[in-house]
């Protein structure tokens, strides 16, 4: 299957350019900048990991009888993937998973956490998504990239949500944003350090031991299922814009900021 990979990351990379050389991150020089794009942000964060549990559920027995489902080897992977994410380590030796992280660099950076809270809040109480977003005043942007998260996980397609958990959410951050981040650490470290970590963390673990978990296990999940890849192809081109379009909501925002910032 190493060609369809290498055929399908060959379609996506135009793609991938455009988000690793977006122009939000030359518009973030300082906090306050970053704690936008934080809030942008972990609404991605907070999806992934409702992405990676759709997977586990789909791949796995989570309930009670226990029965065999899939392979074996898919379910590691799986498995696998999950117990890095929703139970990492954090710098003090902390268990937690990587969005409980993010929220913790969101508070130190002085980000506006309420939003997110307020949303998984209704979400928890049984509001519907579209009740969540209005209460919680959720951006344009952050909610459509949500949205589109939730409509490959309810396709119910195991394959389509490999696929943009593999290919439309790792490998993603630029040595640009990493510099910028760094330089903001040195000035500020009281303010920065745990989302540096979050960083360093995402590509020690995810960017690396599991994009190749990732890697194979869409691989398994397509086959040789020609229409099957097709359609990863396409949820992942889907996956991709949306994440471009999250960014260009990032960057207005900024942009909008400094401008009334100039004009006081």
Not at 113 to 141: H, P, R
Not at 173 to 178: C, E, R, T
Not at 248 to 253: A, C, E, L, R, T
Request: charged share 25%.
């Amino acid at each position: 299957m190493e060609h369809r990979i290498t055929e399908l990351q060959k379609t996506i990379e135009p793609l991938r350019q455009q988000i690793i050389n977006h122009k939000v991150y030359s518009v973030i020089t300082d906090i306050d900048d970053l704690k936008i794009f934080m809030q942008y942000h972990v609404f991605a964060v907070w999806d992934f990991m409702s992405l990676l549990k759709s997977l586990q559920n789909n791949l796995t027995c989570t309930n009670v009888p226990w029965f065999p489902v899939g392979k074996a080897e898919t379910r590691y992977l799986i498995n696998e993937i999950v117990a890095g994410e929703e139970s990492d380590l954090d710098s003090f030796g902390n268990r937690k998973s990587h969005f409980e992280l993010y929220l913790d660099a969101m508070k130190q950076a002085g980000a506006n956490t309420s939003q997110i809270e307020k949303f998984i809040s209704e979400l928890k109480t049984g509001k519907n998504f579209d009740n969540a977003y209005s209460l919680a005043n959720v951006e344009e942007e952050a909610k459509q990239f949500v949205d589109f998260t939730f409509k490959i996980i309810n396709s119910k397609k195991d394959y389509l949500q490999s696929a943009i958990f593999t290919f439309g959410r790792e490998n993603l951050i630029p040595g640009m944003f990493l510099s910028i981040v760094k330089e903001l650490k040195e000035k500020s470290p009281e303010n920065i350090s745990i989302f540096n970590y979050y960083l360093e963390r995402h590509i020690e673990i995810d960017g690396d031991h599991h994009s190749h978990l990732a890697l194979q296990m869409t691989s398994n999940l397509c086959g040789d299922n020609d229409e099957y890849w097709i359609e990863a192809q396409q949820a992942t081109i889907e996956s991709l814009q949306k994440r471009i379009n999250l960014w260009n909501g990032v960057y207005k925002q900024i942009m909008a900021t400094k401008k009334a910032l100039a004009l006081n």
